[in-house]
Structures are given as C-alpha cells and as structure tokens.
C-alpha cells in the first residue's frame, strides 16, 4: 500500500510513516525543508519489513498552489502507483489575543491548515474514488473541537477541516473511500515546542489541565482508525470526551459509537460544563494577577 503523509518530515506525520512503514507501505514523505525530509527518510528507513520498501521524498509548500501540490502528487503515482492513504498532517499553530495576532496570521493558518489539506485531497479524489479504494486523514486537533482562549485563529482553521471532512465523507463513501478526522492533545512535537514560545499564560494555564502526549502514540491511534475507517480518532478519555461531546451530525462508524454518544452525552455536558467553569477562573486569575503588577509597577 502506499501512503502519502504531508508534514511527514516532523513530529505527528513523521510518527505516522513509521507506523505506516513497519507495517510494509511504500511512504511519500511531503513538506518544505529537504534536510528535514532527507534526515526523516533515514529515520523511517531504520524501520523497513522488507528490503523493497521505498521511502520518496517531495520538496513543496501544501498551501500555495495547487498545480504545483497536484503536480508532485503526480509524478510520485507515477513512480509507485496510486495513493491508497493519503494523510493531511502539515500544519502549524500560532496563539495569542485576538487582538495581538496579526492579520496575516489568520491568513497564514487558514491557508496552510485548512488550504493545505484541500490541495492534496483534491488531487488524489478522482483515483480513489475511480479505484474504489482511499482514504484520506485529517489532522484536525482538540482546538478543532472547542475554542480555547488564544487560540482564534488555530481553532478556526482546525473546525474548517471538520466541516470539509463531513460533506467529502458523504460524497465518497458511496465509492468505498473513508475519511478519518484526527483530534490529537498537546503532543510533544518539534511544532509544539515551536507553540509554547508564543503561547499567552491563560492559554498555557488551560493546555496544562490536561497531559501531554507521545507522538508515537498518536500516530499509532491514527493509523488504527484511518485502517478500520473510523471517521472519528481521538486519544485518551479527554479525547473520547471531547469527540462525543462534540460528534454533533458527524457520520458515525459503528450502532455501538452512536449509542454510546447517545448514552454519555448528558454525563459529559456536565463534565465540560465544570471544565469551562475552571477555563473562567484561570482566566480571572490571570487578569488580576496582571493588574496586582501593574499597580505595583506604577507605585514603585
Ligand atoms: N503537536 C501538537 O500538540 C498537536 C496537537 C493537535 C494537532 N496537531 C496538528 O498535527 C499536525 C502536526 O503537528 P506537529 O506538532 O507534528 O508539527 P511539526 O513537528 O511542526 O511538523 C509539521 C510538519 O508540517 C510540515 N509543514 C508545515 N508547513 C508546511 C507547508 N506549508 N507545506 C508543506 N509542509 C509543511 C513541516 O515541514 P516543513 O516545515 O519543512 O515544511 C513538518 O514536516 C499539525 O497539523 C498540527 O496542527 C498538533
């Protein structure tokens, strides 16, 4: 099989094309930087079942233009056949207020978040649904669940895929392709690490009330769902918290899924509705904490 993962070179996409390769798929490894993509290319080699096992890498910014993504997708199924699972997993976050982000930054992460997760899909559609076989991941986040503070730009490039997931699901799954919507925690990636740099104190405060997770394990949970064809895949009982909280008119995979959506909806409003109540007082605590040193500022 042959799985094309965008942001392959780094964190989340990396930990997936190593999923991917020891379980025998030949990987397309797509982002910008070439060292990163050769060096990942070395790392995922290290991995290989068997010695036929190719590693190709493709030099291409997802979010500019589409020609280009079309392009290098193609000449890559030229070299090793059509794409049976292609991964959306470049992405990038940036936080701060509402008012402190430049404009450009809602531009930058709509464009390369959600744009960038278009482009390929919409150049690999037509084979799948042709070939009768596909299926297409997003890597969304929890942010792509519910807005947090800082986060207004990153949150609504995270909920657009949600929303471009549903209505291509409904379209291709006649034709025996899947879409899987991935909504990972706080990972420890070289790109969280990135965030946290700008990250305002309210938002770190919230990030903290929950773990941070392994890349690895991320990976592997996406992988899992992508394969049986889950629309859904989330980590952990935050995560399974979230998704049913927030599965709203979402397909589901299984009658077991829906019931259990059906069955702990109540129980989990209740649970969020706590959550929420704490996001506010960490909040308030912030804001005082910042006027207790200004006036301490301005006396001294
Ligand atoms: N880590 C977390 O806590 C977390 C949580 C929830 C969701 N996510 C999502 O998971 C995905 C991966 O995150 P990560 O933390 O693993 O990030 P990462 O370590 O920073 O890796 C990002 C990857 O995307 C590539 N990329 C970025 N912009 C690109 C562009 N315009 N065109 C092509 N490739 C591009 C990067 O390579 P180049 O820079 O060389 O292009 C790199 O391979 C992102 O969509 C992120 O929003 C992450």
Redesign the pocket.
Known sequence: ALLTV????????KCIAIECYKQGAFITL????ED?LLQAKKEIEKHSINDKQVVLCIS????QDYNQVENVIKQAQEKLGPVDMLVN?????LSGKFEDLEVSTFEKLMS??YL?SVYPSRAVITTMKERRVGRIVF?S??AGQLGLFGFTAYSSSKFAIRGLAEALQMEVKPYNVYVTVAY????D????A?ENKTKPLETRLISETTSVCK?EQVAKQIVKDAIQGNFNSSIGSDGYMLSALTCGMAPVTSITEGLQQVVTMGLFRTIALFYLGSFDSIIRRCMMQRAKSEIADKTD
């Open positions: 965008t942001g392959g070179s780094s964190g989340i996409g797509v982002a910008r930087n990163r291409v910014d997802v979010s997993c470049a992405g990038l976050s390369v978040n960038g890597v986040s929890q990972p925690p706080d990972t990636t070289p790109g969280f990135e890349p």
